[in-house]
């Protein structure tokens, strides 16, 4: 496990953020508004002194120009994108608004997480540039 864990892109961050997301889920369900599902994963990532930007703006930028902008769910330490749904399965437009964050900021791990009625669900996306 430790040697998989090395492997891992930001393996040791990850573990500690799909930890909180799966307590958020065990304690208050999927059954809230995506915000407040965010509100509570935020208290997590409090209660783990972890470092991160919610909605988190970024600009896109074309030739010196801004074309618009992005708006995260979570920007974890810099390092890694999480994107939460709320909802039944994830569609191929959660992968690519998730791939275009990732290339936009050249970050390498986002980690899209649904909350259905059923279960908790998540999926780690790389950007290998």
């Known amino acids: 496990m430790e040697e998989e864990q090395e ?4 393996g040791d961050l ?3 953020i799909i930890g909180i997301v799966f307590d958020v889920y065990n304690t208050i369900g999927s ?3 995506e915000k407040y599902i965010q509100g509570a994963i935020a208290a997590g990532m409090d ?3 972890i470092k991160y930007k919610k909605e988190a703006q970024v600009p896109l930028i074309y030739k010196d ?3 618009g902008k992005y708006y995260l769910d979570f920007l974890v330490d810099n390092k890694i994108i999480l994107e939460i749904k709320r909802g039944n399965r994830l569609s191929r ?3 690519e608004q998730i791939k275009s964050y990732l290339k936009v900021l050249k970050l390498k791990l986002g980690i899209l997480i649904l909350f259905s009625d059923t279960k908790v669900k ?4 790389l950007n290998l540039y």
């Not at 998540?122 to 996306?125: D, E, H, L």
Request: proline share 0%.
């Open 93 to 95: 437009k959660d992968f």
């Open 14 to 16: 990850s573990y500690k």
């Open 65 to 67: 120009k801004q074309l």
């Open 47 to 49: 209660s783990l002194k």
């Open 31 to 33: 059954c809230y508004n």
């Open 122 to 125: 998540f999926v780690r996306v």
């Open 7 to 10: 492997k891992l892109i930001h």
